[in-house]
């Protein structure tokens, strides 16, 4: 009777399992000059012009579906907007959480599976996250670092990808 005891103990409340991937995409600029800039960039595979993401996907195959997580400025494309963002400048920023038909086809990680109910769980995350934006002190890099933790335990990893950002 022991037994039954520690085994439901080392049960999760919640059998879901979901699948959570790290995803790149360039970041958006102003039609025009900037954005022919920014494309170009991206096609280079600069490290810096990316902005990161996280996917939850739940891999029941009754309900398959899958949500981004991200954190961006409020104003993506305005130009004012970026040029303070670059300059070290704070800028207002949100959290963003959208629902995806498909993964991305390149510039996505399977980083490793969250249990019980991820979705509640990384809404739970997002209603603590500091929205005021910083570039390279408080951004999408550090939104994904910590979301992922938050739902899998791995810690930094945008620093453990290294190599595969190249992908």
Not at 57 to 79: C, G
Not at 94 to 117: A, H, M, Q
Not at 124 to 152: A, M, P
Request: net charge positive; with cysteine; glycine share 6%.
């Amino acid at each position: 009777m022991a037994s039954l005891s520690v085994t439901a103990a080392r049960t999760p409340l919640s059998s879901a399992r979901h699948e959570i991937y790290v995803a790149a995409m360039p970041l958006r600029a102003a039609k025009g000059p900037a954005q022919l800039l920014m494309s170009t960039a991206y096609s280079l595979n600069l490290f810096n012009l990316l902005h990161y993401f996280v996917i939850v996907r739940s891999n029941s195959p009754s309900q398959p579906q899958a949500f981004v997580f991200y954190f961006q400025p409020q104003d993506p494309e305005n130009i004012y907007v970026a040029l303070a963002a670059l300059s070290g400048r704070g800028v207002p920023g949100t959290v963003l959480v959208r629902k995806l038909t498909k993964l991305p086809k390149s510039k996505c990680w399977f980083i490793g599976f969250s249990y019980g109910d991820s979705i509640q769980r990384a809404n739970k995350f997002n209603e603590s996250w500091q929205t005021e934006l910083s570039i390279g002190q408080h951004d999408c890099r550090d939104y994904t670092n910590g979301l992922v933790e938050y739902l899998t335990g791995k810690e930094h990893v945008l620093k453990h990808l290294g190599r595969s950002l190249a992908d």
